[in-house]
């Protein structure tokens, strides 16, 4: 069977499950009308009996007495009005539904809104019924068996019906939603304890999405909030029990296996809060979606998920002068390098929210490339995505790919970033961090791109290992040629990202999924964090912005403790530190500095008018000087030591620190955040 057939037929069968769901909708609600109009008369006469319906009694109590049944000639309500206006009733009140949407409606999710509805749908039905009985009351031409009714039909039989309609479907409904809700099997094995943290819109959505899950998989221990209005209020049946400060104490008391944080807009600080007041504890921690995804449509409150140290060091949205990226980006040919990597393939999503024209991705690992290549196509089929393999450091490449597309705008993401894999390897650090980014930028300005941004890193300020020192080397390179080109060179600089290859994170997850020891460089090691799609979006608002020969500064927020970071991981892993998982030091490795700063000095960063970020203001230097040392420096890259690839880019850049500073680190609050740690001495 092909794809087509197959494609037909799932369509076919989903139509006919459709109309089979309609059909049965239709038909129940027609049942239920009719028990409304039943009742109604029942009520209204006070359920006598009906001749009628008693007749098939009597005649069996006669065959038992051998007493023959009183002849009847009494009123029947049942035969003189019931009957008779039981169908047009029934059909007027369908039409109503069916042409209000209510036949549609699912059951086993009824809510307060659906009531309102199946309230109005019963309010438009009554009207009908009121009008068609008035109106044949009054015109007795259409030879129906309907006499005058006078007093013998009260009013009260449409009152009744119309409110034994609303009690009958959502009745009906509710029985359908409890029945899900209740009679249903539990999961597998014992069923975590869960404590909610939060008792508001989100908490209560929460409960009522774990209630309708058709396998019960939670049991829910209650709530915590620090509102004291709320405290000890019932939601769903289950408790408020105090202020979160509470909580070690109400895991305790109630043998709590996880904690859900159903707090959606909660700062970072204090999910931190809660994580920290855990420590020492087996909990898992659970979380919601972002409020702004909510909002969105992005996501429901039902995709519980495990809290991750994103959720921990990640800042509030960036936000974004969408109109100024749009105008840089929109209907334009932009280039990519590193596409493949953790920001290369993040800035790739966040140009194509801007619809380039075309979107060329430079990459040299070919398992890197494909996979953005394949979702870019499948999430934006509109954009001509153009993959290339190829290494930025190959001239003959990179010209030919910039001569054929002749790209407006390019981001240079490709790089070598791992300071001890450098410290090791210095001449590919060299060829491809100082190399690469000098033979990009040469083809870019030949070949008129009107801007150049290069993504550099916080290891290039004071820098203590080759990698850092490479980095500003090229920031050097193209800052020294945005004078002499008709290209706007600009530098965008920002610390570590969270999640990305080879990072800190993935390495701990790794260490704690096998149990341990999680493996810490020096109690006193501490970095700046960002997510990557805050990263990549500051980058394309500084590129934006940029007029050429700008090294703008990002905000990197607070520093954060690594040995802080391991224990904060371990703990929203369900484990304790130090109890169930090791954390050891291993000392700092060559190269790597206990700290990390965003500028040379302070004084020289200016704001922008975006709040997070800054442009380091510093004098280019001498071009033909420095022309003149990248070369002997590239001309000697394979052969050069450790020892002598540090002292040749020391020549380059004085500030490169060839021992390591002190490893006491404080503050410095002088420009906010912008230059948040410094080193206690002067540089070496």
Known sequence: ???????????????????????FSVVSHGLLFVAAWFLAFGL???????????????????????VAPPKSGTFDWLTEFFLPLLVPVVAIKLMVFVLLGLHRASWRYVSLRDVFAVARGAW?????????????????????????????????????????????VCGARLAVRLYHEEVRPAADGVMPKLLILGAGNAGENVVREILRMPVLRYRVVGFLDDDESKWGAQIHGFDVLGPIQDI?????????????IAIPSAARARLRRVVEMCQGTNLRFKTLPALADLIAGRASVKEIRDVDINDLLGRAPVTLDEDEIGKFIHDRVVMVTGAGGS??????????????????????????LFPI??????????????????????????????????????????????????????????????YGTRVLADAANRFGCEKFVFISTDKAVNPTSVMGCSKRVAEMYIQALDARADTQFVTVRFGNVLGSSGSVIPIFKEQIARGGPVTVTHPEMVRFFMTIPEASQLVLQAASMGQGGEIFVLDMG???????????MITLSGFRPDVDIKVTFSGVRPGEKLY???????????????????IWQNIPANWDTLLAAIDRLIADADRLTRETARRRLKEIVPEFQLEPPPARVEADAANGNLVALRANAAPA
């Not at 009121?130 to 009260?154: C, M, S, T, W």
């Not at 607070?558 to 904060?568: G, N, T, Y």
């Open 343 to 368: 920001i290369g393939s993040e800035m790739c999503r966040q140009i194509a929210r801007f619809s380039p024209r075309r979107l060329i991705l430079f990459e040299r690992a070919e398992p890197g």
């Open 373 to 434: 290549d394949m979702e870019l196509r499948r999430a934006f089929p509109q954009i001509d995505v153009a993959p290339y393999i190829g290494d930025v450091a190959d001239r003959i490449r990179v010209e030919a790919i910039l001569e054929q597309h002749r790209p407006t705008a390019l981001f240079h993401a490709a790089a070598h970033k791992h300071v001890p894999m450098m410290e090791l390897n210095p001449g590919e650090a060299i060829k491809n961090n100082i």
């Open 596 to 614: 990390e700063e965003l500028a040379i000095d302070g004084e020289g960063v200016s704001r922008t008018a975006h709040p997070k970020i800054g």
């Open 44 to 66: 209204a006469y006070n359920f006598r009996a009906s001749p009628t319906l008693a007749r098939p009694v009597l005649w069996i109590k006669s065959l038992v007495t051998q």
């Open 558 to 568: 607070e520093p954060v403790k690594i040995v802080d970071l391991a224990r904060q």
């Open 124 to 168: 438009w039905g009554f009207v009908g019924v009121f009008v068609l009985y008035y109106g044949l009351q009054n015109a007795r031409g259409f030879g129906l068996p309907i006499e005058p009714f006078g007093d013998k039909f009260p009013d009260s039989v449409f009152v009744l019906d119309f409110a034994g309609t609303i009690a009958l």
């Open 1 to 23: 069977m092909g794809a087509g057939e197959a494609t037909s037929q799932h369509g076919a069968w989903t139509e006919w499950t459709r109309r089979q769901r309609v059909l």
């Open 248 to 260: 070690k104490r109400v895991c305790d008391e109630q043998g709590v296996d996880e904690i859900l």
